[in-house]
């Protein structure tokens, strides 16, 4: 999926030009997309299957923004159930009533519109968007959300000569439908079908593992420039690994925050992970060149089938890509050595990132630490009856009216500020269970996965500085080996099964705020919680009002009228 096809200068002018367009409507532009979510039938691995488009697109439409731009998004619901739409890494300044998902917002039902207004407020970077209810994701309704530097920031490499978006995946031939049933029922997911890459099926670089006639995604270059990649694990559930032959790739940003510039021969990219890397094609271009994302910490002999395979092809490419494919890390049983990867990525302190001020301004190694919280995650349960996955022994129940709604309507009981601290001795259960953070407190989160799979966690509303990660179990002198100075600034990290990771996050962004696991599967069986911040003191700037069409449902469905307006 190429961002753009035209020159640096053009995409300058493009933007340049819809921008003045709107300046008139606030002191900040408004960029404004419409979004029509609907099923369509395609065969990205050969067998037809029902996935959710936008636009009648799959992958959905890219969007495109800059910092401090005001976005307005239509969604209509063409689907058949319910659909909240989710915006991870957008942190929503004062504003989680855009959230997009079912602890702070009333779902969309079919056949109903409804619009999402908010600020890309002191932000840049690569991200993506997706349905967040139900395993939807599973079966598409994602694209990417790119935020452009203003021109006044400078960013810290020369413009690259080209802009491409790489949406990768593991992707199974079963709907998402199917795939809840099969948890309901307490199965596990087994082994995807396949990866895609920009919504296509591999390359036949193996006439045994592929079949004829897949369609596949190829990527038109020219010898001697430099391509900025903007790549997304956008799968249910599988650590991929990223690689272009015979190319290296120069990591600048994860997720908004630019890096300490390194060069890779292949990187891992997670659930629920963005990253941007540089690409120089400096090969002679014999012929083309294979783009590949495997399925990593698996048994890869057996998985061998789940690789997503496209092509890099030079203008005065020679000839199609043949032979073996580049090989992935062998250090699958060396755990030690695959951590050093993640450890190794340092921000870039001196670069600007929104604003004109370095990246490592703030001194987050200087700041007292208020609340620790110890998150350990387990392998599924059954509780009550039914598989289901748990943080700290609850297993996240979703409450019929929105928190924040719930308190703004004095609706008592929607949810409960008792998160536990720490894992405690007790049967598991399922709750409301919330964690009830302190506004402008600075948190220490430890991310103990005590489970078989690597997983990923994702904090919405904020970034988070990632200080330590390691093997076995966090204690208090682990905090010894913490990076204090130069840490990635980041909102998904992954957490390596049998090993914790932690986060430090300075909460001065009001509101109800999701943090869970982006693996699908353990997401939908309810790992996760809410963190609730409000300020004791409100007098309306640090928390926004309710939008005027906010959706109410639970114990304030009576007060929801219908409104829909189709999108032509």
Sequence with gaps: MALFHSSSTSLFLLIHIALLSTLSLAADPTVSYDFKLSYITVSPLGVPQKVIAVNGQFPGPLVNATTNNNVVINVRNDLDENLLMTWPGIQMRRNS????????????????????SFQLKDQIGSFFYYPSLNLQRASGGF???VINN????????????GDFVLLIGDWYTRNHSALRADLDSGKDLGMPDGVLINGKGPYRYNTTLVPDGLPYETIKVDPGKTYRFRVHNVGTSTSLNFRIQGHNLLLVETEGHYTVQQNFSSFDIHVGQSCSFLVTMD???TSDYYIVASARFVNESLWQKVTGVGILQYSNSKGSATGPLPEAPSDIYNQWSAMNQPKAIRQNTTASGARPNPQGSFHYGSINVTDTYVLRSLPPSTIDGKLRATLNGISFVNPDTPMRLADLNQVKGSYKLDFPSEPLNRPLRRDTSVINATYKGFIEVILQNNDTKMQSFHMNG????????DWGIWSENSRGSYNKWDSISRCTIEVYPGGWTAVLASLDNVGIWNLRVENLDRWYLGQETYMKITNPEENGETEMAPPDNVLFCGALASKQKYVSETIS
């Design 143 to 145: 694209g990417p959300f």
């Design 97 to 116: 009533w855009q959230d997009g998902v079912l602890g702070t917002n009333c779902p969309i039902p079919p056949n109903w519109d409804w619009t999402y």
């Design 150 to 161: 203003r021109a006044i920031i400078q960013i810290p490499f020369a413009q690259p000569d």
């Design 462 to 469: 904020y970034s988070f500085f990632v200080v330590g990660m």
């Design 283 to 285: 090969q002679n271009a």
